[in-house]
């Protein structure tokens, strides 16, 4: 069976446990089309941020 050597140390056990604090993406409706996207970032299907045209409209 096999035994560590050395006890972790709880730099290391914070390390290998710092992917339990990640957090599910969050999406927001938009307020014009209604369909879901990621806060803060451009709407690629109308090219909309914050209410202006930034990006031409995919077809």
Same mark, same amino acid.
């Given at each position: #069976? ?8 709880? #730099? ?7 992917? @339990? ?6 999406? /927001?409706?938009?307020? @014009? ?8 970032? /451009?709407?690629?299907?109308?090219? #909309? ?11």
């Amino acid at each position: #069976m096999a035994v560590p050597k050395r006890k972790t140390s709880p #730099m290391k056990r914070g390390f290998r446990r710092s992917a @339990d604090g990640l957090k599910a993406e969050a999406y /927001v409706e938009d307020k @014009d089309s209604g369909e879901l996207r990621r806060p803060h970032h /451009v709407d690629l299907k109308t090219g #909309m941020y914050r209410g202006r045209q930034i990006l031409t409209p995919k077809n």
